[in-house]
């Protein structure tokens, strides 16, 4: 079975697919398409226009959810939890930071008005994560699973944003949500699915966005 994976080096839910495929250690192709000027042929098979896409020999599997799904059942080893309440219970909390990924669009490239509602959005969500995660270091314990790689994209984000202004998205108010992030952020896993230097990509994004988060930028 032959796998390419093609996305914009930004992606957040991209990378989700380049964790869960670091972690099981499958092969892959990584090809990066530029989001101002898709390729015909991307445009050919991508029915949303969006990447993730995962071509799996000639067929093309898209929403980032099912390509991480589908890299589970390829696995040999499973990626969430055995008992299945607990990894329904997991499935409902990565549809959940899907729509946080949303919001953080809406605090990166919102104007004044859209910068605050995206982030009363977002924080409201972390609250509510907050209020159900333990002292655990991951979501399920010990064990790094599927629903701590969805969670690393936004985790990685909101690091950058808050090294990049005066911590305008702090979250050291969750303590168990800061401790699981830093948990997640120190993996290696997490730090090589993204190509270096995609933190100054990620600074020029804003800049280059204009929205109300790039005036709080600090130098
Ligand atoms: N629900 C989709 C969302 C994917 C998504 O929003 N992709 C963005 C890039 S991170 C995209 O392709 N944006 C271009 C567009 O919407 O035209 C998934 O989980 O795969």
């Known amino acids: 079975m032959k796998l390419e994976l093609i996305s914009f080096k930004l992606c957040p839910f991209a990378q989700r697919a380049m ?58 080893h499973s990626f969430h939890p055995k008992e299945v309440v607990q990894r329904a219970n997991n499935r409902s ?40 995660k333990n002292q655990d270091k991951f979501f399920n314990g010990e064990e790094f ?8 994209p936004l985790f990685m984000r909101l690091s950058w944003v808050n090294e990049f202004t005066n911590n305008a998205l702090s979250i050291t108010e969750f303590k168990h949500l800061s401790a699981w992030s830093d948990a997640v952020l120190a993996l290696d896993v997490v ?19 204009e929205g109300y988060l790039s005036t709080l930028l600090i130098d």
């Open 19 to 76: 964790i869960s495929l670091d972690v099981q250690k499958i092969d892959f192709k990584m090809t990066y398409i530029n989001p101002m000027d898709p390729p015909d042929w991307f445009i050919e098979i991508s029915p949303t226009g969006q990447v993730p896409l995962l071509k799996v020999d000639d067929q093309v599997i898209f929403e980032s959810l099912i390509i991480t799904e589908f890299i589970e059942e390829i696995s040999a």
């Open 93 to 132: 909390w990565i549809v959940y930071s899907g729509e946080m990924l949303g919001d953080m669009f809406g605090i990166v490239t919102g104007d004044e008005e859209k910068f605050h509602i995206s982030k009363k959005a977002l924080f409201e969500k972390l609250t509510k994560i907050e209020a159900i």
């Open 145 to 152: 699973n599927m629903i701590d790689a969805a969670f690393a």
């Open 191 to 209: 730090r090589n699915s993204v190509v270096d230097g995609l933190d100054d990509v990620y600074y020029s994004n804003i800049e280059a966005r």
